[in-house]
């Protein structure tokens, strides 16, 4: 399956340094459903240069947000990891409104041998 990792980035005004520690933590979720045979997708990874090139500060929903919302369009399922997160719940909202599953717990997602999505 494609899916989503979503949680807390920019949440409450954090720093530069919250934020790529936050970013860290995602990344980290998105290797172990990597290892688990998921293809997994963070909009973060893809806004982050194009914000950058734009010189604007990462922290910015200017970009982030709307490429995310897009994006996670593309996905099977979506993994919600971390505290609180507006941009995150926006993102949790769009799947349950199409029907795709949200995991909460990298235990509750299938095995990826028995996984049959594109």
Same mark, same amino acid.
């Given at each position: 399956? %494609? *899916? %989503?990792?979503?949680?807390?980035?920019?949440?409450?005004?954090?720093? +530069?340094?919250? +934020?790529?520690?936050?970013?860290? @933590?995602?990344?980290?979720?998105?290797?172990?459903?990597?290892?688990?045979?998921?293809? =997994?997708? @963070?909009?973060?990874?893809?806004?982050?240069? !194009?914000?950058?090139?734009? /010189?604007?500060?990462?922290?910015?929903?200017?970009?982030?947000? #709307?490429?995310?919302?897009?994006?996670?369009? &593309?996905?099977?399922?979506?993994?919600?990891?971390? /505290?609180?997160? +507006?941009?995150?719940? *926006?993102?949790?909202?769009?799947?349950?409104? $199409? /029907?795709? =599953?949200?995991?909460? $717990? !990298?235990?509750? @997602? #299938?095995?990826?041998? &028995?996984?049959?999505?594109?």
């Amino acid at each position: 399956m %494609w *899916i %989503w990792v979503c949680g807390p980035y920019a949440t409450g005004g954090a720093d +530069r340094q919250q +934020r790529a520690a936050n970013l860290r @933590i995602l990344n980290q979720a998105a290797l172990e459903l990597f290892r688990r045979g998921h293809t =997994p997708v @963070i909009g973060a990874n893809m806004a982050l240069p !194009m914000i950058d090139a734009a /010189g604007m500060d990462d922290a910015s929903h200017d970009i982030r947000l #709307p490429l995310s919302l897009a994006l996670l369009e &593309k996905c099977d399922a979506c993994l919600r990891i971390g /505290g609180e997160s +507006r941009g995150s719940d *926006i993102e949790v909202d769009r799947f349950r409104a $199409s /029907g795709r =599953p949200v995991f909460s $717990s !990298m235990n509750d @997602i #299938p095995d990826a041998a &028995k996984d049959t999505a594109p």
